[in-house]
């Protein structure tokens, strides 16, 4: 029996994944957050979900932790998957539906397989329309309908018979399936204990069939039964049953009360999870005949059914970048992604994308002071805790306004902020720059990457990882692990070269690392000073060069920009 067809609609409320880049600060965190707020107030939805790219850093942690305000959801990877394109929600069936039942569900659904489900909704097997075909042309022996255990009552039911009398939940387990075509006496020769018996109305051979132990007698054209025969059934525990099919087509369609079980396929099914990503799926697909692919729960339940058709044109996961639009800082899978906004505050880089975006780009300090201004513009009241925020990442990004990449927008946006959030905003500025700063506690791995980021100048590729901390001798203890640990990156990242940035926010100056072949000559240009080669406390590494760079603070505005435009020279 078919279990109850579910109707489903697709992709109606697809969520919008609202991330910022990899390694996330606190604006890239802050600003997804904040936005996504603002999308499902602007939209009267809940669709825009805030994600993160990456582990939040301690300075991020404090901040969330201090507005009580959850981690966003983490995605490693933003590539299509299961659960991003239309599948058919295929609804599953019983192991006892006969053949014909089956057979008329795929054609007037449009199916080519069915699942066939436990009564826990979990998958048993599967069954073609290719395999209700091979039943029909494959040729029997008279007892196939006891070998594949038929129910009595598919068998009714296929031959839209009438039940006189008898026990239908009974299976076909023993006997074989025979015309009565002789006369009584012959009978007797071929009808055997547990037979299905395909007759006329004749009562003799009726009762001959009962005589010999026949467990059901199906009466062709609809003829009527005796009360004699009938109440001599009922003592025998016969079933009789009436069709209106002649005998012929009554021995043609018997075949077809075979329950599906007895032709699925149970061994070797090949089955996906929403999970699964369709660039892996293609592979499999293409190395099997088969046609659809079930679709299972993490839970091992059944959803649906995939096929190669369903990969075509299929829609990626739509997503919005805040504070990045560079492709190599973004989540894994960005190019088969749907990037339906931008919003950043970095040069405009290579992202490319499927279609035309809302992208907005602003020579700002911070992203989150755009997206504080899109709250204004859309007349919507920025929340306490929201508000906290914005102001914290505009303070982080800003080093509290004390970064060159700082205008007179952040800093009237950030004080404006921490009014409607109710904090001094020097006094929490210390606080969360305590908290970020800490590194006791920290592999060197997590130190180097809790702000690090990909860049492109001309054939170069680099990276730039940023400490910062309010003690100098802090960053002078990590000195000589990060630079190691900097070479291993330069393969690990497939970069040519990488900086690390040792910023003291207090006296606002950056000691500079430079690894990799060439890194030394560029910083020279780039910055006209001459940097002072590092004696390596490991063999085997690329040389470093280190410099002091007063006044720098910033990444975005005063190291890769010049980096860039003499990198493109070399």
Same mark, same amino acid.
């Given at each position: 029996?078919?279990?109850?067809?579910?109707?489903?609609?697709?992709?109606?409320?697809?969520?919008?994944?609202?991330?910022?880049?990899?390694?996330?600060?606190?604006?890239?965190?802050?600003?997804?957050?904040?936005? !996504?707020?603002?999308?499902?107030?602007?939209?009267?939805?809940?669709?825009?979900?805030?994600c993160r790219a990456g582990e939040p850093s301690r300075e991020t942690a404090f901040v969330l932790d201090y507005f009580k305000v959850p981690e966003p959801r983490l995605i490693t990877s933003v590539k299509t998957q299961v659960s991003d394109i239309e599948y058919?929600?295929?609804?599953?069936?019983?192991?006892?539906?006969?053949?014909?039942?089956?057979?008329?569900?795929?054609?007037?659904? /449009?199916?080519?397989?069915?699942?066939? &489900?436990?009564?826990?909704?979990?998958?048993?097997?599967?069954?073609?329309?290719?395999?209700?075909?091979?039943?029909?042309?494959?040729?029997?022996?008279?007892?196939?309908?006891?070998?594949?255990?038929?129910?009595?009552?598919?068998?009714?039911?296929?031959?839209?018979?009438?039940?006189?009398?008898?026990?239908?939940?009974?299976?076909?387990?023993?006997?074989?399936?025979?015309?009565?075509?002789?006369?009584?006496? =012959?009978?007797?020769?071929?009808?055997?204990?547990?037979?299905?018996?395909?007759?006329?109305?004749?009562?003799?051979?009726? &009762?001959?069939?009962?005589?010999?132990?026949?467990?059901?007698?199906?009466?062709?054209?609809?003829?009527?039964? !005796?009360?004699?025969?009938?109440?001599?059934?009922?003592?025998?525990?016969?079933?009789?049953?009436?069709?209106?099919?002649?005998?012929?087509?009554?021995?043609?369609?018997?075949?077809? !009360?075979?329950?599906?079980?007895?032709?699925?396929?149970?061994?070797?099914?090949?089955?996906?999870?929403?999970?699964?990503?369709?660039?892996?799926?293609?592979?499999?697909?293409?190395?099997?005949?088969?046609?659809?692919?079930?679709?299972?729960?993490?839970?091992?339940?059944? $959803?649906? =059914?995939? !096929?190669?058709?369903?990969?075509?044109?299929?829609?990626?996961?739509?997503?919005?970048?805040?504070?990045? /639009?560079?492709?190599?800082?973004?989540?894994?899978?960005?190019?088969?992604?749907?990037?339906?906004?931008?919003?950043?505050?970095?040069?405009?880089?290579?992202?490319?994308?499927?279609?035309?975006?809302?992208?907005?780009?602003?020579? $700002?300090?911070?992203?989150?002071?755009?997206?504080?201004?899109?709250?204004?513009?859309?007349?919507?009241?920025?929340?306490?805790?929201?508000?906290?925020?914005? =102001?914290?990442?505009?303070?982080?990004?800003?080093? &509290?306004?004390?970064?060159?990449?700082?205008?007179?927008?952040?800093?009237?946006?950030?004080?404006?902020?921490?009014?409607?959030?109710?904090?001094?905003?020097?006094?929490?500025?210390?606080?969360?720059?305590?908290?970020?700063?800490?590194?006791?506690?920290?592999?060197?791995?997590?130190?180097?990457?809790?702000?690090?980021?990909?860049?492109?100048?001309?054939?170069?590729?680099?990276?730039?990882?940023?400490?910062?901390?309010?003690?100098?001798?802090?960053?002078?203890?990590?000195?000589?692990?990060?630079?190691?640990?900097? /070479?291993?990156?330069?393969?690990?990242?497939?970069?040519? =070269?990488?900086?690390?940035? $040792?910023?003291?926010?207090?006296?606002?100056?950056?000691?500079? &690392?430079?690894?990799?072949?060439?890194?030394g000559k560029l910083i020279a240009n780039a910055f006209g000073v001459e940097p002072v080669k590092r004696e390596n406390t490991e063999g085997g590494l690329e040389d470093c060069w280190s410099v002091i760079l007063p006044g720098v603070v910033s990444r975005k505005k005063q190291l890769v920009p010049p980096l860039t435009l003499f990198g493109e020279q070399m």
């Amino acid at each position: 029996m078919a279990k109850e067809k579910k109707k489903i609609q697709h992709n109606t409320e697809r969520e919008v994944l609202v991330t910022g880049h990899r390694n996330p600060d606190t604006d890239s965190i802050c600003a997804a957050i904040a936005y !996504s707020r603002l999308k499902n107030k602007i939209t009267n939805s809940e669709r825009y979900i805030p994600c993160r790219a990456g582990e939040p850093s301690r300075e991020t942690a404090f901040v969330l932790d201090y507005f009580k305000v959850p981690e966003p959801r983490l995605i490693t990877s933003v590539k299509t998957q299961v659960s991003d394109i239309e599948y058919r929600k295929t609804p599953g069936v019983d192991r006892d539906m006969s053949l014909k039942k089956a057979w008329t569900m795929m054609n007037e659904d /449009n199916l080519v397989t069915l699942p066939v &489900l436990t009564s826990y909704n979990s998958l048993e097997g599967v069954i073609t329309i290719g395999d209700i075909a091979k039943s029909y042309f494959n040729v029997y022996d008279s007892h196939i309908i006891s070998k594949a255990h038929t129910k009595f009552a598919n068998i009714q039911e296929t031959l839209e018979a009438t039940v006189v009398t008898g026990d239908m939940s009974r299976c076909c387990t023993e006997g074989k399936v025979l015309i009565a075509a002789a006369n009584p006496e =012959m009978m007797s020769y071929y009808i055997e204990k547990h037979d299905i018996v395909i007759l006329g109305n004749r009562a003799e051979n009726q &009762l001959s069939a009962m005589d010999n132990g026949a467990d059901c007698i199906i009466i062709c054209e609809g003829a009527n039964v !005796s009360p004699t025969i009938k109440s001599l059934a009922e003592a025998n525990g016969m079933i009789i049953m009436v069709t209106s099919y002649d005998a012929y087509t009554a021995a043609r369609l018997i075949n077809q !009360s075979m329950p599906i079980s007895y032709f699925m396929t149970t061994d070797g099914l090949i089955t996906f999870t929403e999970d699964d990503y369709v660039d892996d799926m293609r592979d499999i697909m293409a190395s099997k005949r088969h046609r659809d692919f079930p679709i299972m729960a993490k839970d091992g339940t059944y $959803l649906g =059914m995939v !096929s190669r058709r369903n990969l075509l044109g299929n829609h990626g996961k739509q997503v919005i970048l805040v504070d990045h /639009n560079e492709p190599g800082q973004a989540v894994e899978g960005i190019e088969a992604a749907d990037i339906l906004e931008i919003i950043d505050h970095h040069k405009i880089a290579t992202v490319q994308t499927m279609a035309p975006v809302y992208f907005r780009n602003q020579p $700002l300090g911070c992203c989150s002071t755009i997206v504080t201004q899109m709250y204004k513009e859309n007349n919507i009241e920025i929340d306490k805790q929201t508000a906290g925020l914005l =102001m914290s990442a505009i303070i982080s990004d800003t080093l &509290l306004f004390r970064s060159p990449t700082c205008t007179p927008l952040d800093e009237k946006t950030g004080r404006e902020l921490a009014e409607i959030a109710g904090v001094d905003i020097e006094k929490y500025a210390f606080s969360m720059f305590s908290a970020g700063s800490n590194l006791k506690g920290k592999t060197i791995e997590e130190i180097f990457y809790q702000d690090f980021k990909h860049f492109t100048a001309g054939k170069i590729e680099f990276g730039v990882s940023q400490v910062t901390s309010l003690n100098k001798e802090e960053l002078e203890a990590f000195k000589d692990g990060l630079e190691n640990f900097a /070479n291993k990156a330069l393969k690990v990242e497939g970069i040519d =070269m990488s900086f690390i940035m $040792l910023t003291n926010i207090l006296d606002r100056s950056t000691d500079l &690392l430079a690894i990799g072949q060439g890194a030394g000559k560029l910083i020279a240009n780039a910055f006209g000073v001459e940097p002072v080669k590092r004696e390596n406390t490991e063999g085997g590494l690329e040389d470093c060069w280190s410099v002091i760079l007063p006044g720098v603070v910033s990444r975005k505005k005063q190291l890769v920009p010049p980096l860039t435009l003499f990198g493109e020279q070399m």
